[in-house]
């Protein structure tokens, strides 16, 4: 199987993945939350319905991120994943102004919380399956680098710290301490507003076409310089769409170099920077020195 068809198979798998454990979680929270009527609760059941939407949307994203390039997008479609990602973010928002509006409610009346031991059962279950979608999500990025993924990643990062708050929220509850489950219930509220943050401005940054980290650019520049014959190396741009990498580079060349033998380095130049990295995409221009 090649690097490209193993990526998209992992990108399919990943967002699936994620689909099932949001639904799986959106049913067992609101069977809790209903047994229970705690808010920290009903935070993670909305959260885990916007997660399952958000999933959706990603999973979309990515089918269509992955289609090849065509007439009208010469570069491919892998901005779709950024554009998953700023959803996702405004989703994560939305979760986050509506929980807190709940936990300030929940302050200001407080109620006596029922059955929690439902709820306690449901958010281990809950860290069990985010833990085990955590570990394949790092997995797929570290191969593949896709942005969906990654913001996919962040949320559910978000939502290990929430599970774990309102695991909790429930014990203390239990031990005669309801009252903190709505100031968990603002505090997660916060947390998520601060991811949804982190998710918009990584997706802007690409949507805007930001530079690969620098150290990277450095790193392609010595791969090109290392190939006899090379004087030089200058315009190198780098872009990232979804989890392809654009890149731009000049060589410079002996002025007398017949062009079958400039041409012939530039592909080196090409090939050696696409072995080190195989996302990137290459174009070579050849200028005389």
């Known amino acids: 199987m090649t690097a490209t068809a193993e990526h ?54 990515v089918h269509y991120a992955l289609r090849p390039a065509d007439d009208d997008h010469r570069f491919g479609h892998g901005k779709a994943e950024a554009l998953a990602g700023m959803a996702q973010a405004l989703f994560i928002a939305v979760s986050a102004v509506l929980i807190g509006f709940q936990a300030v409610e ?80 603002l505090g997660i509220a916060l947390y998520i507003l601060w991811s949804a943050l982190q998710i918009a401005r990584e997706s802007t940054s690409i949507l805007m076409d930001q530079e690969l980290p620098a150290d990277i650019g450095e790193r392609m520049q010595e791969l090109a310089l290392a190939i006899p014959g090379v004087k030089g190396v200058h315009d190198l741009r780098t872009r990232v769409s979804g989890s392809h990498w654009f890149v731009q580079l000049h060589l410079e060349l002996p002025g007398a170099l017949p062009l079958h033998d400039a041409h012939a380095l530039c592909v080196k130049a090409s090939e050696a920077i696409r072995e080190r990295y195989p996302r990137a995409d290459v174009m070579v221009h050849a200028d005389p020195v």
């Open 106 to 185: 929940r302050l200001q009346t407080p109620q006596q919380l029922g059955d929690t031991g439902a709820g306690i059962a449901v958010m281990l279950l809950s860290l069990a399956l985010t833990v085990a979608l955590l570990a394949f999500q790092r997995k797929v990025i570290r191969i593949t680098g896709s942005t969906a993924v990654r913001a996919d990643s962040l949320h559910y990062r978000s939502d290990l710290l929430l599970n774990g708050s309102i695991l909790l929220a429930l014990l203390l509850a239990g031990f005669g301490w309801p009252q903190l489950d709505a100031l968990f219930g």
């Open 8 to 61: 998209q198979r992992l990108l399919r798998l990943a967002t699936r993945a994620s689909l099932t454990v949001a639904s799986i979680l959106v049913l067992a929270k609101a069977i809790a939350w209903w047994l229970s009527g705690s808010v920290s609760l009903l935070a993670g059941l909305t959260d885990s319905a916007l997660d399952a939407v958000a999933s959706f949307l990603n999973l979309l994203a």
